[in-house]
């Protein structure tokens, strides 16, 4: 059975940092992509970045810069860490696995791309 847990999500001031993990389960995460998506109340989930199954990671043009994508294979995990976090990234935090034949690349990061979704963890910036 596939599953895709986050975590790492928590309150956080204007201005600090976080963590976020998304630790897998039933796949080999070695052959695989993952996508970081977010969606804040009332609006579309939203592409942050991709890492694809060798490493290389892409990013959202308006995500680049604060949002570092990466992986560990031993601990089948794959990593965001945030920078200079503010209230506007308040927001629930999703991994998926890309949908279609080529899973080891990062489709677009569009939510139609994706499948097999964590739960989402709540990061919440507020002083």
């Known amino acids: 059975q596939v599953q895709l847990v986050e975590s790492g999500g928590g309150l956080v001031q204007p201005g600090g940092s976080l963590r976020l993990s998304c630790t897998t389960s039933?796949?080999?995460?070695?052959?695989?992509?993952i996508g970081w998506f977010r969606q804040a109340p009332g609006t579309e989930r939203e592409g942050i970045s991709c890492i694809t199954s060798d490493g290389s990671d892409y990013y959202v043009d308006s995500m680049k810069g604060r949002f570092t994508v990466s992986r560990d294979r031993a601990k089948n995990t794959v990593y965001l860490q945030i920078h200079s976090l503010q209230p506007e990234d308040t927001a629930v935090y999703y991994c998926a696995t890309p949908s279609g034949g080529f899973v080891y690349l990062c489709p677009l990061l569009e939510r139609d791309e994706y499948d097999n979704w964590g739960q989402g963890t709540q990061v919440t910036v507020s002083s």
């Open positions: 039933g796949f080999n995460l070695d052959n695989y992509a």
